[in-house]
């Protein structure tokens, strides 16, 4: 499929609110499309496409961090998306608003009744709440749809429960996604998320070893969780808003000293500084793994080769 670049970020005008804060009278009575949305992937825009259909505003209803780090802080979660990203990807897919909830002891312990009555009644004002099949809240997972359907009755909003999409190998999850990139199968996780997999961040100060090998790079920093297989990337990098073609490194840099991972973008045909600007990165197409190489001549050659390939796959 053809590579579609992720959109712009959203206007001031879209509204991300957290606990407390009063939902703008243009988002009375929404729908609520509740879920962690990790990647904002053609499954998730199934449920959001749903939820559309009910003609009321949309406000999606959503956790940071990712309630799964709260409980298992020590097993390190590869985020697809991390909180500007998913705003970003939910309102370019018709989101209204985003209603973001910290998930933290307290919200681990607030019951499925308190969810209902404080979130979704009290707070946000529900007149539909959209959910996928496997959807649980509150406390030890107490509620799901069905409760959730009898408390609307009760409380007087709509409960629409939205089956799974499935893909070629079965559901699509974020799971999956995480999974391909894990393996270096960009194009299969971008088929799955429906848009290119993309970092933002800003380009920070690095080595200088690119510039003197005739790639100077634009670095960025990472999450520590990122699972994103090491090694060489076509990517198209966007500046200023406007995309360039480019070719990038993740990982250790076995040539120089086996580091922390970094991400290395070489920008095709640029000359700017890029220092502390904020860019986004979406990936393509892998090339190849990490390599060390017998010389720097042996690495320019290859790094030569890698840039071709690289125009080569984006052209196509």
Not at 102 to 112: C, H, R, V
């Amino acid at each position: 499929m053809p590579l579609i670049l992720p959109p712009p970020r959203p206007s001031a005008a879209f509204p991300v609110l957290g606990p407390g804060q009063v939902l703008p009278a243009s988002l009375a009575r929404p729908t609520v499309a509740i879920g962690n949305f990790d990647g904002v992937h053609r499954g998730h825009r199934h449920v959001l496409a749903m939820a559309r259909r009910t003609t009321r505003p949309l406000v999606v209803l959503t956790f940071e961090p990712h309630p799964r780090s709260y409980f298992q802080p020590d097993v390190p979660l590869f985020r697809l998306t991390d909180a500007a990203g998913k705003a970003r990807l939910l309102a370019a897919a018709g989101a209204d608003g985003l209603a973001l909830l910290p998930f933290d002891a307290t919200m681990a312990g607030t019951s499925a009744e308190a969810f209902v009555d404080r979130l979704l009644v009290d707070w946000l004002g529900a007149g539909t709440v959209v959910v996928g099949r496997d959807f649980h809240y509150g406390a030890r997972r107490a509620g799901n749809a069905e409760t959730l359907r009898q408390a609307g009755e009760a409380r007087g909003f709509a409960v629409i429960e939205v089956a799974a999409l499935d893909g070629p190998d079965g559901p699509i999850s974020s799971s999956a996604i995480r999974a391909a990139l894990a393996a270096g199968r960009v194009e299969t996780a971008n088929d799955l998320l429906g848009h290119a997999w993309f970092v933002t961040g800003p380009v920070i100060h690095g080595e200088k070893r690119g510039r003197e090998l005739g790639y100077p790079t634009a670095n960025i920093r990472l999450d520590a969780s990122c699972g994103l297989a090491h090694g060489i990337y076509a990517v198209m990098v966007g500046l200023d808003g406007t995309w360039h073609q480019g070719v990038a490194s993740y990982g250790r840099r076995p040539q120089f000293d086996n580091g922390a991972p970094l991400l290395e973008v070489h920008v095709f045909d640029f000359a700017g500084n890029l220092y502390d600007k904020e860019v986004d990165v979406a990936f393509a197409s892998y090339l190849r793994g990490e390599a060390k190489f017998a010389s720097l001549e042996a690495l320019i050659d290859q790094m030569d080769a890698d840039s071709r390939e690289a125009r080569s796959r984006l052209g196509r």
